[in-house]
Nanobody, 120 residues
Framework: QVQLVESGGGLVQPGGSLRLSCAAS????????MGWYRQAPGKQRELVAV???????NYADSVKGRFTISRDNRKNTVYLQMSSLKPEDTAVYYC??????????????WGQGTQVTVSS
């Protein structure tokens, strides 16, 4: 099995920063794209940022210039550095990874989510 565990969420004031981490563990053969999604109350889950195995990144327009996604392949970990946080960034953040177990095609795995609250 494969497990993704997020950490780093919490309460932060507007304009502040947080760094989220998500570590994958288990019977991992390889990991393709890794990303972060978020879901605010009453809204659909949306993509925040994604990074491919080759290092190509894409961001939602709402976070460009403020968030940075990165990965450490030795640790099977993806990070999301969030700066200049706004109240509208408040959501549960989920990490995602396309993971291949030996002799299988990749499939998407999800973390349990971590709450980020931006408020005074």
């Amino acid at each position: 099995q494969v497990q993704l565990v997020e950490s780093g969420g919490g309460l932060v004031q507007p304009g502040g920063s947080l760094r989220l981490s998500c570590a994958a563990s288990g019977s991992i053969f390889s990991i393709g794209a890794m990303g972060w999604y978020r879901q605010a109350p009453g809204k659909q889950r949306e993509l925040v940022a994604v990074i491919t195995s080759s290092g190509t990144t894409n961001y939602a327009d709402s976070v460009k210039g403020r968030f940075t996604i990165s990965r450490d392949n030795r640790k099977n970990t993806v990070y999301l550095q969030m700066s200049s946080l706004k109240p509208e960034d408040t959501a549960v953040y989920y990490c995602n990874a396309d993971v291949a177990v030996l002799l299988t095609r990749t499939r998407a795995y999800w973390g349990q989510g971590t709450q980020v609250t931006v408020s005074s």
